[in-house]
């Protein structure tokens, strides 16, 4: 079982970016596609972006324009680079782990195909 660990989150200003990291250990993730997901308080964990092995990309639609996700193979690592961050953007972000086929645009969104999770990297945007 792979475990992944997330970092770079914090306290930024709306129109600032941040970029998370995802490391994961126990297990390469080359050949799988990685999804980051985000919860805020009260809410339900909900899709951000995905990276499948075969480099397609996709996005949630408020963050299209502004987010991007990227990959580094030979590292074990995904990176979202997040640009002009609103107040909406604060919520705990995830990086998970699938196994085997989806479709960037509907199944490698659903967060039930996924049984491995780390443990959050807080994000906070102030107005």
């Known amino acids: 079982q792979v475990q992944l660990v997330e970092s770079g989150g914090g306290l930024v200003q709306a129109g600032d970016s941040l970029r998370l990291s995802c490391a994961a250990s126990?297990?390469?993730?080359?050949?799988?596609?990685m999804t980051w997901f985000r919860q805020a308080p009260g809410k339900e964990r909900a899709f951000v972006a995905t990276?499948?092995?075969?480099?397609?990309?996709g996005y949630e639609d408020s963050v299209k324009g502004r987010f991007t996700i990227s990959r580094d193979n030979a590292r074990d690592t995904v990176s979202l680079q997040m640009n002009n961050l609103k107040p909406e953007d604060t919520a705990v972000y995830y990086c998970?782990?699938?196994?085997?086929?989806?479709?960037?645009?509907?199944?490698?969104?659903?967060?039930?195909?996924?049984?491995?999770w780390g443990r959050g990297t807080q994000v906070t945007v102030a107005s």
């Open positions: 126990g297990r390469t993730f080359g050949s799988l596609t």
């Open positions: 990276t499948t092995f075969r480099g397609y990309e």
């Open positions: 998970a782990e699938l196994v085997g086929a989806c479709l960037p645009a509907t199944s490698c969104r659903d967060r039930r195909l996924y049984r491995d």
